[in-house]
C-alpha cells in the first residue's frame, strides 16, 4: 500500500484504543504525516465501545455526621432520565460494587 501523498510504502501499526480489547489497524507513512484507518477493524473498535458502559469517576461528599453521598454526573442523569425525587433501589453484590435499579413501574406512571 502506497502513500497517496508522497508515494512511500506505508506501515500497518495495531493501535490500542482505550476501553476496547481490540486493536484498530492503522497504515503510516513513516516520511509524511499521512495516516488511514482500516474499515473492518475501525468498525469492531466502535462496537465495542458503544458495548462500554458509561464511566465517570466521582467523589464521595460528607452529607451529614454518619451519612456519605454523591451527586449524580449530568450525563448519567440524562442517560437514565432520572428526575427529582424519585425512588431508586441499591445493592452491594461484593465489596467492589454497586448496583442501582430504577424501579420501571415508577416510570410508567
Not at 10 to 39: H, M, T, W
Not at 49 to 70: H, M, N, V
Not at 76 to 90: D, F, T
Amino acid at each position: 500500500m502506497k502513500c497517496p501523498k508522497c508515494n512511500s510504502v506505508l506501515k500497518r501499526i495495531e493501535v490500542n484504543v482505550f476501553g476496547a480489547k481490540s486493536k484498530a489497524v492503522s497504515y503510516q507513512c513513516p516520511k509524511c504525516d499521512y495516516f488511514e484507518f482500516e474499515s473492518e477493524t475501525t468498525k469492531k473498535v466502535l462496537e465495542e465501545l458503544r458495548e462500554t458502559p458509561l464511566k465517570i469517576k466521582q467523589k464521595i461528599i460528607k452529607l451529614s455526621q454518619d451519612r456519605l453521598g454523591i451527586y449524580f454526573n449530568n450525563h448519567v442523569v440524562r442517560s437514565l432520565n432520572l428526575k427529582k425525587g424519585e425512588e431508586i433501589y441499591l445493592s452491594v453484590p461484593d465489596k467492589k460494587h454497586i448496583v442501582l435499579e430504577i424501579d420501571a413501574s415508577e416510570k410508567a406512571v
